[in-house]
């Protein structure tokens, strides 16, 4: 049984995943945290499964070399494509993913008319399609995957002109069709939920699926008996595979506080230190 001061592990292909561990923090403030972010290969969304499966077992293998007691899949990508995977070669750790909030908002759409923001490989997967059969049967779907979106969030571009024209690609024709509800299928997405609200006015609900996960992971720690009540003082470390000078620079803007990022390298599909 893991000590439960253990760390969570948090990882996404690049910031995405901190719009997860920002609601992560918020709901268990006395969790210790490791949040992986793999710039160097940002974006995942074009890559095939292999790959994504390939880079995820990698930070899963150096995420539990740090000790981590759950692991958080906190990339809709790479939910899609890795997780059941994950679950098969770690059969020993608990992992939580994401899922695109159809659900919620079929429940809440009043029009019927329902837009999906999210990454080609998550459009493509078999979860994507699992939700829809499962949740989406009474409402009509648009999707769209925002080309360019996730690069200008990595830049930290949350409202450039350029950040604007890619959401109005996305959003304007979905607003012909009346769409009163949107799901953010990426991680990365919420960071632009400002810009996407002047774009779609106040009568269209934006659905950010990260308060849920992080309630689901405080769940499963609860459940297992693994939540923090050794009283020790908490720890949250941020790892990337790129530059920790241009993750640390966004640290402020995107969780709101500062914070140590320590650089990993990727070596024949290890991460080391
Ligand atoms: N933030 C990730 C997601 O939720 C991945 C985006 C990407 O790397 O393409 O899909």
Redesign the pocket.
């Known amino acids: 049984m893991k000590s439960s001061n253990d760390p969570i592990g948090v990882f996404?292909?690049?910031v995405?995943?901190l719009s997860v561990l920002r609601a992560m923090r918020e709901q268990m403030p006395n969790e210790s945290m490791i949040y992986f972010g793999d710039q160097f290969h940002?974006?995942?969304?074009l890559r095939s499964m292999k790959e994504i499966q390939k880079f995820s077992e990698g930070i899963t293998r150096f995420l539990l070399e740090q000790n981590s007691k759950l692991i958080v899949v906190a990339?809709?990508?790479a939910s899609a494509a890795a997780l059941k995977y994950l679950r098969g070669r770690f059969p020993d750790i608990s992992f939580v993913g994401?899922e695109p909030a159809v659900k919620p908002a079929a429940e809440i759409t009043k029009t019927g008319k329902v837009g999906v923001l999210?990454?080609p490989a998550?459009f493509q997967g078999a979860l994507y399609a699992s939700v829809v059969e499962r949740f989406g049967a009474e409402v009509e779907l648009f999707q769209h995957t925002c080309p360019g979106l996730?690069g200008q969030i990595e830049k930290g571009e949350l409202d450039s002109n350029a950040t604007r024209l890619i959401l109005e690609d996305a959003l304007l024709p979905m607003l012909k069709k009346k769409i009163d509800t949107i799901v953010l299928g990426?991680?990365?997405y919420p960071f632009v939920i400002p810009l996407i609200e002047q774009i779609v006015g106040e009568n269209v609900r934006v659905i950010d699926p990260a308060p849920s996960v992080a309630r689901q992971v405080n769940r499963l720690l609860e459940a297992g008996e693994k939540t923090n009540q050794m009283g020790e003082s908490f720890r949250v470390r941020f790892f990337t595979s790129a530059d920790p000078a241009s993750m640390k620079s966004l640290l402020p803007l995107l969780m709101g506080n500062d914070g140590e990022v320590s650089a990993v390298m990727w070596k024949s599909n290890q991460v080391t230190l």
């Open positions: 996404d292909s690049g995405g995943g940002v974006p995942y969304g990339c809709n990508t994401m999210a990454t998550t996730v990426c991680t990365h």
